[in-house]
């Protein structure tokens, strides 16, 4: 059974912040995928990785990037956090077409 | 620029009747198509698929059918239930799993 954990299920933190959201799976996926949901703009890609040490840019990517150090893990970073950043954050990874989500991550910037 | 619509962004629907959601898509090399249910404070899940060469799938009150020539894929649930109230998202794929298209989604109640 597929699981993709992420660090948090709420975070709040304060503009200008430094913040590192989590992502874990645990079946030797290649793919994993970070994406952004927001009241009528269905769910929007940020970055992705095909491999360890790859990302590339999803549809919005600005205000964030990306590290994949191991296959299991893939970190977003929001280097200075801004209000518009306020979202639910939306981990997956997939080895072919299914993507398998974490419960995602409720972030709010004060 | 978006390649997959959702063009009604709610439906309701009584117990026990046909729900119907529709997608829309503009790039005609999409040759995989993916159903997901997405639950509020949870991330989505798969639901069902199928593939351009199939014109119709089906798993049990779910059946997705495919219309390649007007590029309209729908999703129909019969009979409904209140625990199909989710939102369902219907991303497209192209030949390589990396880059998938979401649609806005749509908001489905199924009333009792």
């Known amino acids: 059974d597929v699981k993709v954990t992420q660090s948090s299920r709420y975070l709040v933190k304060r503009t200008g912040e430094k913040v590192f959201l989590e992502c874990v799976q645990d079946m030797d996926h290649e793919n994993m995928f970070w994406y952004r949901q927001d009241p009528g703009l269905g769910l929007r890609l940020i970055y992705f990785s095909y491999d360890v040490k790859m990302k590339e840019k999803g549809d919005i990517p600005e205000g964030y990037s990306v590290s994949r150090e191991k296959k299991e893990r893939f970190s977003l970073i929001l280097e200075s956090a801004s209000t518009n950043q306020t979202s639910m954050y939306l981990c997956?990874?997939?080895?072919?077409?299914?993507?398998?989500f974490g419960p995602g991550t409720r972030l709010t910037v004060l | 620029d978006q390649q997959v619509k959702q063009n009604s962004p709610s439906l309701s629907v009584q117990e026990g009747r046909i729900s119907i959601l529709n997608c829309d898509y503009t790039?005609?090399?999409?040759?995989?198509f993916l159903w997901y249910k997405k639950y509020p404070a949870e991330g989505p899940t798969f639901l069902i698929s199928i593939s351009s060469i199939k014109d119709k799938n089906e798993d049990g009150r779910f059946t997705v059918f495919l219309n390649k020539s007007a590029k309209h894929l729908s999703l129909h649930i019969v009979p409904s239930q209140p625990g199909d109230s989710a939102v369902y998202f219907c991303p497209s794929e192209g030949t390589n799993a990396g880059k998938s298209t979401f649609g806005d989604g749509t908001t489905l109640t199924v009333k009792p």
């Open positions: 790039n005609s090399m999409f040759d995989y």
């Open positions: 997956a990874s997939s080895l072919d077409f299914e993507q398998f």
